[in-house]
Antibody, heavy 120, light 107 residues
Framework: EVQLVQSRAEVKKPGESLKISCKGS????????IGWVRQMPGKGLEWMGIIFPGESDIRYSPSFQGQVTISADKSINTAYLQWSSLKPSDSAIYYC?????????????WGPGTLVTVSS | DIQMTQSPSTLSASVGDRVTITCRASQFISTYLAWYQQKPGKVPELLIYAASTLQSGVPSRFSGHVSGTEFTLTISSLQPEDVATYYCQAYNRPPHTFGGGTKVEIK
């Protein structure tokens, strides 16, 4: 059974750094793309980017390029999303989701989401 | 980047009604189109991929169709459990843009 387990909710102050995680199991982690999706409060879904953990091949949305860093540690089947300096506008739920073995694929399986709250 | 224009933004219909949601791509994406359902307070779930292929376990009252760059999601007989927001997504190449969403309510 494919499972994506995400890290717990976070409350941070503006300017702080943060790294959230997504651990995959039940499938070959290194041969499937994993993506990140943002959902701001009461808003729609925004595609942030994807990573191929086997080669750390990363594709960012232009909207998020330079704003976040996507990475993965294939030794522990975990993908990451990180910020170096959070802003209140980064407050959102962040979902990780698994694609297929090629990047041109839908989001087949979703994690439960990590709620990030940025407030002074 | 591809733009996905989804309509309507809100839809209110009666139980048993046939409901159609439309998504238009700003350029040709073949059948690289998915539909997701997000029930209130829940995680989004994949409903349809490749424009018309139902994900395993999805009721047959859901269907997808494509004509050029216009994609439709149809619920043949709306059920109370279908109350949700539905999103289309183009995934032919990054960024895999989502449509703005359609909130489906029961009248």
């Amino acid at each position: 059974e494919v499972q994506l387990v995400q890290s717990r909710a976070e409350v941070k102050k503006p300017g702080e750094s943060l790294k959230i995680s997504c651990k995959g199991s039940g499938y070959s982690f290194t041969t499937h793309w994993i993506g990140w999706v943002r959902q701001m409060p009461g808003k729609g879904l925004e595609w942030m980017g994807i990573i191929f953990p086997g080669e750390s091949d990363i594709r960012y949305s232009p909207s998020f390029q330079g704003q976040v860093t996507i990475s993965a540690d294939k030794s522990i089947n975990t993908a990451y999303l990180q910020w170096s300096s959070l802003k209140p506008s980064d407050s959102a739920i962040y979902y990780c989701a698994r694609l297929g073995v090629v990047p041109a694929a839908p989001l087949y399986y979703w994690g439960p989401g990590t709620l990030v709250t940025v407030s002074s | 980047d591809i733009q996905m224009t989804q309509s309507p933004s809100t839809l209110s219909a009666s139980v048993g009604d046939r409901v159609t949601i439309t998504c238009r791509a700003s350029q040709f994406i073949s059948t690289y189109l998915a539909w997701y359902q997000q029930k209130p307070g829940k995680v989004p779930e994949l409903l349809i991929y490749a424009a018309s292929t139902l994900q395993s376990g999805v009721p047959s009252r859901f269907s997808g169709h494509v004509s050029g760059t216009e994609f439709t999601l149809t619920i043949s007989s709306l059920q109370p459990e279908d109350v949700a927001t539905y999103y289309c997504q183009a995934y032919n190449r990054p960024p895999h843009t989502f449509g703005g969403g359609t909130k489906v309510e029961i009248k």
